[in-house]
T-cell receptor, first 114, second 110 residues
Framework: DADVTQTPRNRITKTGKRIMLECSQT?????MYWYRQDPGLGLRLIYY???????NKGEISDGYSVSRQAQAKFSLSLESAIPNQTALYFC?????????????FGPGTRLTVL | GENVEQHPSTLSVQEGDSAVIKCTYS??????FPWYKQELGKRPQLIID?????GEKKDQRIAVTLNKTAKHFSLHITETQPEDSAVYFC?????????FGTGTRLKVLA
């Protein structure tokens, strides 16, 4: 879905480096999410935000931080990257209607930590 | 904690045959069950979803069934085609909270 974009699409970094992954959306959704995907483990929630002033930890937030700069922008940071953070990272947005929340994913960022 | 079990992890079918993927969830509060298709190197794309007040939903060759009592839901793909080859994820959701299954790799053999 071209309405959700992520940069960079691929990144190789070294252990101990700080790295930021960025997500932007033009869907006008208030809710944004960061997930990581590992082979055989599906998608796991790192952080989520319901609006600019609302940030919440997900299932696996240790080692990560986020910033919601605007309704349309949600960034994920790894303060000191480690090899087990090598994964595929997805941003998602959602439109909460009728007590259900349909999520739409960005194209993903493949991160490799050496 | 809450979890979603998805089976099988891999599934190979002949083109034109049907494919069925099953999920079981643990959180009774779940009220929304989306299915995502992820092609190699691509993002998960929503293909069909069902809400807890509905037992079955169909969209062309794809259908989803839900049994809330048993906490089971299933994806059915009929007349499979090579382009159906992908990884399929189920999820159980209550409000914002999604719990994903671990995925099923479907291979449609021509």
């Amino acid at each position: 879905d071209a309405d959700v974009t992520q940069t960079p699409r691929n990144r190789i970094t070294k252990t101990g480096k700080r790295i930021m992954l960025e997500c932007s959306q033009t869907k006008g959704h208030d809710r944004m999410y960061w997930y990581r995907q590992d082979p055989g483990l599906g998608l796991r929630l790192i952080y989520y935000s319901f609006d600019v002033k609302d940030i919440n930890k997900g299932e696996i937030s240790d080692g990560y931080s986020v910033s919601r700069q605007a309704q349309a922008k949600f960034s994920l940071s790894l303060e000191s990257a480690i090899p087990n953070q090598t994964a595929l990272y997805f941003c998602a947005t959602s439109d909460f209607r009728g007590n259900t929340d349909t999520q739409y994913f960005g194209p993903g960022t493949r991160l490799t930590v050496l | 904690g809450e979890n979603v079990e998805q089976h099988p992890s891999t599934l190979s079918v002949q083109e034109g045959d049907s494919a069925v993927i099953k999920c079981t969830y643990s959180d009774s509060a779940s009220n929304y069950f989306p299915w995502y298709k992820q092609e190699l190197g691509k993002r998960p794309q929503l293909i069909i979803d069902i809400r807890s007040n509905v037992g079955e939903k169909k969209d062309q060759r794809i259908a989803v069934t839900l049994n809330k009592t048993a906490k089971h839901f299933s994806l059915h793909i009929t007349e499979t085609q090579p382009e159906d080859s992908a990884v399929y994820f189920c999820a159980a959701s209550e409000a914002y909270k999604y719990i994903f299954g671990t995925g099923t790799r479907l291979k449609v053999l021509a």
